[in-house]
């Protein structure tokens, strides 16, 4: 198949593409400026966000994948939750339907609803609204949070516990994670695109540990041969007065949307695995292989 990726250039894509050639399939990305790239990979130089930029790209495509999304908001730069997932997903939907490209795959995120306290997840609903309501042979994934070499989390832990072994942590810490591996993720993409059956369902993708928010700075500190940090515990509520101040500067770490998601926890159920026949590789043996001991 010859498969058109929006968002393969980022960490989950970096997987995706690395799947999707292993499998022999031919892959074309959507790039901001064409690049060197690894393997035999065509590049489509345009922006998800201008249709008129990217839709005759897909011509000729068997299928469409969105993996576009951002964590946080940076307006000034035209980085928004609506523009950057819902407009995205309605340009792809639409450059997709114009190019006869009829199988659609969309990344999402665990705990997505229309309910939900954030607009990381609000925005994501919409986006997924517009895939169930298109004509197209669509297939939404709802990963939780995904680890790999190239991470943002689990990095960033592990270069905080590198400088001190002092880890604050907002609220009880007892909040608890299911994190999977990058390649897992890829892995149920991938199947997704020669299994009929997987057309006009969603997937929330877990890993199989689940642990509290401390037991994964315990693990991470492990991993790096180091001792269990200090942890001490910021109150919930003056925590996010103050993230609701300093989120407006750029180089402040954290969001309240961010905050909310942590908190509220990232769990979800082990049916997927049956579904795409994946055993998700083990957190601790996963982030081993890149953080190691220093």
Partial sequence: MKIFIAGGTGFVGEHLVTELLRSGHTVRLLVHSRRTLLGD??????DVTRLESFAEGLAGCDAAINLVGIIREF???????????VTATANMLAAAAGSGT?????????GTRPDAVS???RSKWRAEELVRASALAWTIFRPSLIFGPHDAFINML??????APVMPVIGSGSYRLQPIHGDDVARCFSRALEMPETIGQTYELCGNDQLSYEALLDMVAETLGKPRPFKPHLPLGLMKLVISVLQKFPPFPITTDQLQMLVEENIGGDEWQQAFGVQPRGLREGIAEYLGRT
């Fill in 41 to 46: 990979i065509e590049q489509v130089a345009g």
């Fill in 75 to 85: 307006p000034f730069r035209g980085m928004t939750f609506e523009r950057m997932h």
């Fill in 102 to 110: 009829s199988r659609y795959l969309q990344m999402s995120a665990l």
């Fill in 119 to 121: 607009g990381y997840h």
């Fill in 158 to 163: 592990a270069v905080q516990l590198r400088l």
